[in-house]
């Protein structure tokens, strides 16, 4: 009997270290998608101002600002603050 339970164990934990490697792949794919996503949703953002403001110029620093004025991803309230401290203080750096 004890070693039918060990191998039943050591079966166990083999497909428990295979779920958190699906888990894991699951997890990347996610994230490559969302990212995609985000980056096409940026991308048309950037074409249409360039539409508007031909020689708009986009840095980080601009694609930041834009994020804070709500043309980018939701920034949480409990962070919003600390977000546009950061960003002004970038400006002084």
Same mark, same amino acid.
């Given at each position: +009997? /004890?070693? @039918?339970?060990?191998? *039943? %164990? /050591? ?10 490697? &699906?888990? #894991? #792949? ?6 490559? *998608? ?5 980056? %096409? #949703?940026?991308?048309? &953002? %950037? !074409? @249409? ?6 020689? +708009? ?8 600002? &834009? #994020? ?8 949480? &309230?409990?962070? @919003?603050?600390? @977000? ?8 002084? !750096?």
């Amino acid at each position: +009997m /004890s070693e @039918e339970l060990r191998y *039943m %164990k /050591s079966e166990i934990e083999k497909e428990l270290a295979h779920l958190r490697a &699906l888990q #894991r #792949r699951v997890y990347l794919i996610e994230e490559k *998608m969302r990212k995609e996503s985000e980056e %096409k #949703r940026i991308n048309k &953002l %950037k !074409e @249409e101002l360039k539409e508007s403001y031909p020689k +708009m110029e986009f840095t980080p620093r601009t694609l930041r600002l &834009l #994020r804070l004025v709500g043309t980018q991803p939701y920034i949480p &309230l409990s962070k @919003e603050k600390e @977000e546009i401290a950061e960003a002004i203080a970038e400006n002084y !750096e």
